[in-house]
């Protein structure tokens, strides 16, 4: 960590009491002297500088990434009440932050595409003009991290140097925000050399917006986790600039992720012929040894996790991880499309994670790991909702208070979440640091249906694969502010995170047959483990046994598997789904492959009212497929 610090009272993450109201003279910017800093990158030097000019902090550290800096940060944090240290016996090295209770997920509403046209950010964004909203950003980061500390954080999203990754520098007053940095994404020294002189970097701003000192100087101490009621995660993708303002939380404040790896990158990804998406990668290997990589983008929550980190029940399958949220895929000199992880580290839902559902994960996160709003037991260590089938009889809640089983309130937050370092997951394939990527064999898409959607079924080619991912609709989860199980489209599982218009992003998927040779393309899958019966319950067992679907697709790949044709593509042939030694009545297994003409007629009208929004953007080649849906609907049959 190089500090360059300007000579004053106190630093900024310790509470700034001693200091009486008029003490502090303003600070000259100038006085933060930003020369001998570890980079020759000119606009990198003058980007920090005129970032702490405006928002005002007492010093300007910039981070290597090293452990002894971790160390550092997390013991300052313990000490300000940001992290409660876990019982190192029971969870050596781990942490509990517990937010504030507004700031507890992704904010859609504030979540802002600023391109030089409306039209460019499309109907499903937030748009704002960029020189109206580039003023208004001035103004609220004006003196926005008074009496704090303003990190540096360089980091690469995919291995350093990589012929697909790309760089990022994150500025921050939140040292919460800079060790799941650190976790997350490759910090620090290495990724700092490689923005040499003129190589671009994205910048990324971020305040929590709770400053020490007001404008004239009066102090107050700070909180456990500052933020602010008024939040800005603002993109700029023109320019390749992220702001974001006010929450401390997840994809709102660690830029990596969402802001830049999807949004900022899916515009990148667009304008050079590449693909940035929501999805979770892994490596499948057969009993026969023969290796697939699959990657499935489902909305938050849906999934990936658990999917990425499978444990076949059935034997002989191995899958290993490469990535649970975001794939970079780009066409390969192979005539393959090649995907990497551009993340090192997985910020992951921790409810519903247990030993019966995903032991992988459980193993993952036996230490150092930082979880933020779960809930803490009386020894030491953390419970959610799902972690076992028993509750402890006594739990400290997210919220800090007393929790006992059936007072009526869930323990940890439903969108409580883990901070780990992929290092940690035994599960993680040794292609994962491969900087050139795997092939991809097949893609899959999902989301939470209670109705409709069968558990898979396959596209024909391309073209329909693209349509299958344009009309996935999910239920709502707690992973961002609005109404949980609300049905909502979201096309591609990236509703929340197309940077341009989602019109021109179908048009873009579609293009892809121009760049990757078809014996090259993916085959696409949609899937659905959240079919209910009429009772409510799950149709389909889940987790480790979604292998079996796993299995099917696979055999499709190597064309040794059955199938049968529904007007939403192929579904196992009967038979074809190993169901051996599933507790699964026939008639479960009958319903979880349903294709029922009426609802699905109905579907379309919907679908047809949500494309219309895309308007003249929409490509003719989707509706199409809608009008094929509808004819495959009512003849029953192939056209
Ligand atoms: P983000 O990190 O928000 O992008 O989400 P994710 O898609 O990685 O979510 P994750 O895998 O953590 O999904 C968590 C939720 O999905 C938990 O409530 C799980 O219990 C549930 N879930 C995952 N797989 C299955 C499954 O096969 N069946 C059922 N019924 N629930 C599942
Ligand atoms: C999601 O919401 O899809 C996430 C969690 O992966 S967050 O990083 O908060 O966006
Ligand atoms: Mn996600």
Redesign the pocket.
């Known amino acids: 960590m190089t500090t360059e610090t300007t000579p004053g009272p106190t630093t900024g993450t310790t509470p700034v009491q001693g200091r009486t109201p008029a003490a502090p003279a303003p600070r000259d910017p100038e006085e933060l002297r930003l020369t001998g800093t570890p980079t020759g990158n000119r606009a990198l030097l003058s980007w920090v500088r005129d970032t702490a000019r405006l928002t005002q902090p007492d010093e300007v550290v910039w981070c290597d990434g090293s452990q002894a800096e971790f160390d550092r940060l997390t013991a300052l944090m313990v000490r300000s009440g940001t992290l409660i240290p876990l019982n190192p016996e029971k969870r050596p090295g781990s942490f509990l932050a517990r937010s504030a209770p507004g700031d507890v997920a992704r904010v859609e509403s504030r979540t802002f595409i600023a391109s030089r046209r409306r039209e460019d950010a499309g109907p499903t964004n937030n748009w704002r003009e960029p020189e109206a909203l580039r003023e208004e950003l001035t103004g609220v980061f004006t003196g926005c991290m008074r009496g704090r500390t303003m990190y540096v954080v360089p980091f690469s999203m995919g291995p350093v140097g990589g012929p697909l990754s790309r760089l990022g520098v994150q500025i921050t007053d939140s040292p919460y925000v800079v060790a799941s940095m650190r976790t997350t994404t490759r910090t620090g020294s290495q990724a700092l050399a490689a923005i040499t002189p003129g190589t671009p970097f994205v910048p990324a701003v971020h305040s929590v917006g709770f400053p020490l000192v007001d404008a004239i100087g009066r102090s107050r101490a700070d909180v456990p986790w500052p933020c602010n009621d008024l939040k800005y995660v603002a993109h700029f993708p023109e320019t390749r600039e992220i702001f974001s303002f006010g929450s401390g939380y997840g994809g709102n404040a660690l830029l990596g992720k969402k802001c830049f790896a999807l949004r900022i990158a899916s515009a990148m990804a667009r304008e050079e012929g590449w693909l940035a998406e ?1 999805m ?1 990668l892994v490596k499948v290997t057969s009993p026969q040894q023969r290796v697939f990589h699959l990657a499935a983008a ?11 980190m499978l444990r076949p029940t059935l034997p002989g399958w191995r899958v290993e991880t490469i990535g ?2 975001i794939a970079w895929m780009h066409p390969g000199a192979d005539g393959r499309l090649r995907a990497i992880n551009p993340e090192a580290g ?8 247990g030993w019966s ?2 032991p992988v ?1 459980m193993e993952m996160l036996r230490e150092d790991v930082i979880f933020t709003n779960v809930a803490l037991t009386d020894d030491g260590d953390v419970w959610w909702e ?1 972690m076992t089938d028993e509750p402890p009889a006594h739990l400290t809640d997210w919220r800090g208070e007393d929790w006992t089983p059936g007072c009526g309130r869930p323990a940890a937050h ?2 409580a ?1 883990f901070t780990v370092s992929a290092k940690r997951c035994p599960s993680i394939a040794a292609e994962f640091d491969d900087p050139d990527g795997v092939p991809v064999d097949a893609i899959l898409f999902g989301g ?1 249906r209670a109705s409709g959607v069968p558990l898979v079924t396959e596209a024909l080619d391309w073209s329909q694969g693209v349509f299958t991912g344009a009309t996935v609709s999910s239920e709502r ?1 707690a ?1 961002a502010e609005g109404a949980v199980g609300e049905l909502r489209h979201d096309p591609f ?1 990236m509703l929340p995170f197309v940077g341009y218009h989602m019109g021109d992003y179908f048009a873009h998927w579609l293009s892809m047959r121009e760049r990757v040779p078809a014996q090259g393309l993916p085959r696409v899958y949609s899937v659905n ?2 079919r209910r019966g009429e009772d409510g319950r ?1 149709l ?4 480790g ?2 292998s079996r679907v796993l299995e099917w697709i696979c055999r499709r790949l190597e064309g040794s598997a059955g199938a049968r044709f529904t007007p939403l593509g192929n579904v196992p042939a009967d038979g074809a789904l190993n169901v051996e030694g599933l507790d699964l009545p026939a008639q479960d297994l009958a319903e979880l492959f349903a294709v029922d003409p009426q609802a699905w007629l109905a579907e379309a009208d919907h679908l047809e009212e949500y494309f219309a929004r895309f308007g003249a953007r929409l490509p003719g080649e989707i509706t199409g497929h809608l009008d094929l849906l509808r004819y495959r609907l009512s003849a029953g049959r192939a056209l």
């Open positions: 929501h979770l489902f909305p938050s929550a849906c999934g990936k996790t658990n999917l990425a649970d949220d997985f910020f992951g839902v921790a409810p519903g994670t559902t995903n994960a799902g439903p969108n979440r939470r989860t992973a599982a483990w959240f799950f389909w067992p889940g987790f046994e979604n």
